[in-house]
């Protein structure tokens, strides 16, 4: 016999259509029972609506009007835009999403457009500025993650703190951050003439200092924790720097904390 958590974690979808992709899912997600086990599961990719044919589908499409995420537009520069979504007001959709971002997470995901998108409590009492971060499995490896995690930091810096995401970080999250963290601290280091400290760092990024501290090796010199980046890690960091394409600029960003 299969305990109910056994039960619980089989995955219950095969694939997804989500606009003209069509994808595997993970992981079991909570879909309807009536839509388990379908061959393929079919996304309007602006409401986030599920149904179980391309004609069901179609019918909603004449009569959906959503042609972006609902909410507020807070980011626009060039072809790539955020649009800041509450809970409450916009729960229907939210709630659509939390079950597409399921079937790629592992563990529940507490809360939760379409390339992907990140949650966040609008106060932690652990200083996390991000609960749950996901590019979804199409657009994987094409630097969204990035983007994604340096936008939860532009956050972070209009609210005046230091941010680190929610613990445990999945083995992609983890490689995700540690790529970013290292990236924006050698970024600094290499724009900056003058000796930097910590505290600068986590003052100027908004990393917090144990994040700082667990990207690079830390020397011991004279009492005091100095940062050794080897000439050949700052020409590889040089060279992917350069070759990005698109990064967060925050002067586009027309955001205010919660209060
Ligand atoms: N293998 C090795 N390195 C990787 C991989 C991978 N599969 N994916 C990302 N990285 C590292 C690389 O250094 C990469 O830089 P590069 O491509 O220049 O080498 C860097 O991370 C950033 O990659 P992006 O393309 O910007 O990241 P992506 O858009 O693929 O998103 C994410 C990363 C969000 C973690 C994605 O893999 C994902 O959604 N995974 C499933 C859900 C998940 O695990 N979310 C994190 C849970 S923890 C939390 O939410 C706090
Ligand atoms: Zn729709």
Same mark, same amino acid.
């Given at each position: ?64 009007? /959503?042609?972006?995420?609902? !909410? ?7 072809? $790539? %835009?955020?649009?800041? &979504?509450? #809970?409450? +007001? ?64 532009? /956050?972070?810096?209009?609210? !005046? ?7 445990? $970080? %999945?083995?992609?999250? &983890?490689? #995700?951050? +540690? ?81």
């Amino acid at each position: 016999t299969q305990s109910i958590s056994e039960i619980a974690r089989v995955k219950n979808l095969n694939r997804l259509q989500i606009g003209k992709h069509e994808v595997d899912a993970w992981y079991f997600s909570p879909y309807p029972q009536e839509y388990a086990h379908l061959p393929v599961l079919y996304l309007c990719e602006f409401c986030l609506c599920y149904f179980g044919s391309p004609f069901m589908l179609s019918r909603h499409r004449k009569r959906c009007n /959503l042609m972006h995420p609902p !909410g507020n537009e807070i980011y626009r520069h060039e072809d $790539l %835009s955020f649009f800041e &979504l509450d #809970g409450k +007001r916009q729960l229907t959709w939210c709630r659509n999403l939390s079950l597409l971002s399921k079937c790629f997470l592992d563990q529940d995901s507490t809360g939760c457009h379409i390339i992907g998108y990140f949650s966040k409590e609008k106060e932690s009492a652990d200083s996390y500025n991000v609960a749950c971060i996901l590019t979804l499995p199409q657009h994987q490896r094409h630097g969204y993650g990035r983007l994604l995690i340096q936008f939860s930091y532009e /956050l972070s810096k209009k609210e !005046g703190k230091l941010g680190s995401p929610e613990k445990p $970080l %999945s083995d992609l999250g &983890l490689l #995700g951050y +540690r790529a970013y963290w290292a990236e924006t601290i050698i970024d600094l280091l290499l724009t900056t003439s003058d000796d930097v400290s910590i505290d600068e760092i986590a003052q100027k990024t908004s990393i917090t200092h144990a994040d700082v501290m667990n990207t690079w090796f830390f020397k011991h010199y004279k009492g005091q924790h100095v940062i050794c980046i080897p000439e050949s890690v700052q020409e590889r960091y040089k060279k992917s720097l350069e070759k990005r394409k698109r990064r967060i600029h925050p002067e586009y960003l027309k955001w205010k904390p919660p209060v």
